[in-house]
């Protein structure tokens, strides 16, 4: 069947068939996928951001201890393996250490308020103000080392053995 109209009439189908050069050239709103593209980005930013914020007092407590084992036993290795010597330097007053050597000088200040209580080292005990310097050798230093870190209540002990290089991080004091 076939139907047949004579007269005037609209196209309202149009924009079906439109191409690109019937539309504006200026576009009015964004895409479904520019939306969810700056929405994603934002939850990324957003997601490695916000850990920093909630870490507690114990978190950044351990965050440290954590980074002063590291780095204990970066020393071990490094001194053994490049046949250097590293001294790693501890300023008990000023909460700050750091460790240097012929090629490489490094210095770290403790954050968020975090002190250091002590330092027990068996051939000069407990060590609670000053500087304290302990030589790393390829050998590894001469003796265990036990770091005492505080912040208010909350502490944390790191115990470094030197027979292999090992650091054990204990949640409170321990000797």
Do not use: C
């Not at 980074?67 to 053994?80: I, M, P, Q």
């Not at 975090?114 to 790393?136: N, R």
Request: charged content about 20%; cysteine-free.
């Amino acid at each position: 069947m076939r139907t047949l109209s004579t007269g005037n009439y609209k196209k309202t189908m149009a924009f079906f068939f439109a191409t690109p050069s019937d539309h504006n050239s200026s576009s009015n709103g964004f895409t479904l996928i520019e939306l969810i593209l700056v929405i994603l980005i934002i939850s990324l930013s957003a997601a490695l951001m916000m850990p920093s914020f909630w870490q507690s007092d114990e978190g950044a407590l351990a965050a440290e201890a954590k980074r002063l084992g590291n780095t204990l036993r970066y020393l071990y290795d490094e001194a053994a393996g490049k046949k250097l010597d590293y001294v790693l330097t501890i300023d008990l007053d000023n909460d700050e250490w750091g460790f240097k050597s012929d090629r490489e000088t490094r210095s770290f200040a403790m954050k968020k308020n975090i002190v250091f209580k002590d330092v027990l080292v068996p051939s000069l005990g407990e060590v609670s103000s000053g500087q304290l310097e302990i030589l790393f050798s390829p050998l590894g230093p001469q003796e265990p080392v036990t770091f005492h870190l505080q912040k208010e209540s909350s502490e944390f002990t790191v115990k470094f053995n030197h027979l292999n290089g090992r650091a054990k991080i204990i949640k409170g004091y321990s000797t």
